[in-house]
């Protein structure tokens, strides 16, 4: 079967032949770079290949050897494994669900009792910081506001 060419992944090049003639030509377009799964950075040794070629190739090509290879980038990894080394040791870190979600299924259950009340007193000091943040906010609008003063209308006697 013949493919098509007018698709999607198909780029249309206008090239001028040896003969002279003016020729359409179509290149397969190559995908966008893999991106990294918590801020979207670009990932470094994932090839940028069509789906079909990297499946084909050796999984040392296909992606990095190391923790979360091919789906995070390395600061991340940094963050994950600093996260999970403070919580597990019982400092007093606010949770980010942006980073366990890259942890295994049940990690914070499994975490001491302490561990938890001591993530749940750190979340409840943030949210007080931001509660009083936002009343200082609303008072220094409701101080530059000036009561509106209503003109005087005239009275016409019949």
Request: charged residues 40%.
């Amino acid at each position: 079967m013949k493919q098509r060419k007018s698709k999607k992944g198909m780029r249309i090049i206008k090239q001028r032949t040896p003969t002279g003639k003016n020729v359409s030509r179509y290149l397969k377009q190559k995908p966008d770079r893999a991106i990294c799964g918590r801020c979207s950075g670009k990932l470094a040794g994932v090839p940028r290949d069509s789906p079909n070629r990297v499946q084909k190739m050796a999984r040392s090509a296909r992606t990095v050897s190391r923790k979360f290879g091919g789906v995070l980038c390395h600061k991340c990894v940094k963050e994950v494994e600093k996260y999970k080394t403070r919580m597990e040791s019982g400092f007093a870190v606010k949770r980010d669900l942006t980073l366990e979600k890259f942890l295994p299924s049940k990690w914070y259950a499994s975490l001491p009792e302490n561990v938890k009340k001591a993530a749940k007193i750190e979340a409840e000091a943030a949210r007080a910081d931001v509660e009083a943040q936002d009343l200082s906010a609303l008072e220094v609008e409701e101080a530059d506001e000036a009561p509106a003063k209503e003109k005087p209308t005239k009275k016409t006697e019949d």
